[in-house]
């Protein structure tokens, strides 16, 4: 996991990536309470679609399983799948 942080610490800058515990939790839930705390491994922030290829990339290329997160101000769970 740490190399794939890198490679898109690369790509994104070191403003846009995080594995702290705070960031984790803030983005690994949605408005709904009732799905059990899920934390990601990383929050990587991409802001153009170059860049969200570019970690698509990365992601394949070491197995790791990404869920896109919008504002999380849904009620189905779309940061805890």
């Known amino acids: 996991m740490k190399s ?5 610490e690369h790509i994104i800058g070191d403003d846009f990536i995080s594995d702290k515990d705070f960031m984790k939790a803030a ?3 949605n408005v709904d309470p009732a799905f ?3 934390w990601p491994d ?3 922030r ?3 679609p170059q860049e969200v290829s570019e970690i698509v990339k990365i992601a394949n290329k070491y ?3 990404m869920v896109p997160r919008g504002g999380g101000a849904d009620l189905v769970g779309g940061s805890t799948t």
């Open 4 to 8: 794939a942080y890198k490679e898109i």
């Open 46 to 48: 991409p802001e153009t």
């Open 36 to 38: 059990p705390d899920r």
């Open 27 to 29: 983005y690994s839930r």
């Open 42 to 44: 990383m929050i990587v």
């Open 63 to 65: 197995k790791i399983h």
